[in-house]
């Protein structure tokens, strides 16, 4: 207690209240990243990436591309979305630093995503006009000739032992990057009876392909897949064969250079009883044989005098009119031999009434019979 020296009352002392602020900002030390941090790692990748297109947009072909693609981002609303799409496909298709996966890696993307960008700006500067690289396998629709032995087997025999050896021995190099190796290895899926896999398969592989050729060859062979997927297969599905449908318009929409989904829609009518259907499809198949290759045109002709399912139509007055004259004029030119000249005089000879199948379809279908168009 403090006593005053004037009247003796008491007293408090002054209280002295410090607000202290701590040390000024100056006294702060600067904030530092550990080297080789996870926030250090994603600066670096994304000034790499930053300098990589500024390098891009000084050449004419970047500057011709980028044009094109600001006018898609501008519609979209997602310019650096697709700035860094155009860097992924310059990266793998351009620079060739690796492939897609290389590149999910090193810039910390999704792998399937990356493969998908890279689809989209090879979509976008082919229908422009532009040549964005030499990779006929992609945008023209040829495939690698390190697959070529693998072809080979699986059209002959996509079931065989050879077949799936050949497909295991490829996989490591080719799975997730082409199209191709995901055709060949869901038909051997398929001949396998796995069709859950088949279908997956395929399905990926349509990720990664961008000529119209192989998206339909693709969109084929899922609906041959489907059109396997009965109730007493590995993968029952209640609507298999209203999906083989879909899937072979699409296939029919995407390219009409080859004759494997009409074939087959046009088996899928009469199995289900509509001859006027499949009267239709031979129709569309003649109206685009002749824009086939003569190497293709000779396929049609020679499955066309061996398929099985032919025979309830083929005194039918529009299977006179297309397939018996195209297996005519293959015999005179000597494109077929003793067993279409047989079949062409057995069609020739037919009565002409037609009797369309007791049952709207099969309950199972056998695999080999499904079009056997396969081929790739």
């Not at 000034?47 to 898609?72: C, H, K, N, V």
């Not at 979509?123 to 990779?135: A, N, S």
Request: some cysteine.
């Amino acid at each position: 207690m403090a006593h005053s020296h004037d009247d003796g009352s008491i007293s408090q002392p002054e209280v002295l209240t410090l607000h202290w602020e701590g040390p000024a900002g100056a006294e702060f030390p600067p904030e530092h990243r550990f080297p080789g941090s996870q926030e250090e790692s994603r600066a670096a990748r994304e000034a790499e990436r930053e300098q990589e297109l500024r390098d891009l947009s000084r050449t004419r072909q970047g500057r011709e591309i980028w044009e094109q693609i600001r006018g898609e981002a501008s519609s979209r609303g997602d310019g650096e979305l697709w700035r860094r799409k155009l860097h992924a496909y310059w990266w793998v298709k351009m620079k060739a630093g690796g492939n897609a996966g290389d590149y999910a890696r090193r810039f910390d993307a999704n792998h399937a995503t990356v493969r998908t960008w890279i689809a989209e700006v090879a979509k976008l500067g082919y229908q422009v006009g532009f040549r964005l690289h030499e990779d006929r396998l992609v945008l023209v629709g040829e495939a690698p000739t390190e697959l070529k032995r693998l072809r080979e087997l699986v059209n002959a025999d996509a079931g065989s032992a050879e077949a799936t050896a050949e497909l295991c021995r490829v996989a490591s190099r080719f799975r997730g990057e082409e199209p191709y190796f995901h055709l060949n290895e869901g038909h051997v899926l398929r001949a396998q009876g796995r069709l859950r896999e088949s279908e997956e398969t395929l399905r990926e592989g349509l990720t990664v392909a961008e000529a119209r050729l192989v998206r339909s060859l693709l969109w084929n062979a899922r609906g041959q897949t489907f059109w396997d997927c009965t109730a007493a297969s590995s993968f029952p599905l209640g609507d298999h064969l209203e999906r083989a449908e879909k899937a072979f318009r699409r296939a029919v929409v995407l390219d009409q250079s080859i004759y494997f989904p009409f074939v087959n829609l046009a088996q899928l009518a009469l199995e289900a009883g509509d001859e006027r259907r499949c009267e239709y499809w031979i129709g569309e198949l003649s109206g685009v044989r002749r824009r086939m290759t003569d190497e293709m045109n000779s396929a049609l002709v020679r499955y066309l005098s061996e398929a099985e399912w032919s025979r309830p139509v083929e005194s039918a007055r529009f299977w006179k009119g297309g397939p018996v004259k195209w297996i005519r004029e293959a015999v005179r030119r000597g494109v077929l031999a003793g067993v279409a000249v047989v079949l062409l005089i057995g069609v020739l000879a037919a009565p002409a009434a037609y009797s369309a199948p007791t049952t709207p379809f099969p309950e199972t279908v056998e695999r080999d019979n499904n079009g056997g168009t396969g081929g790739n």
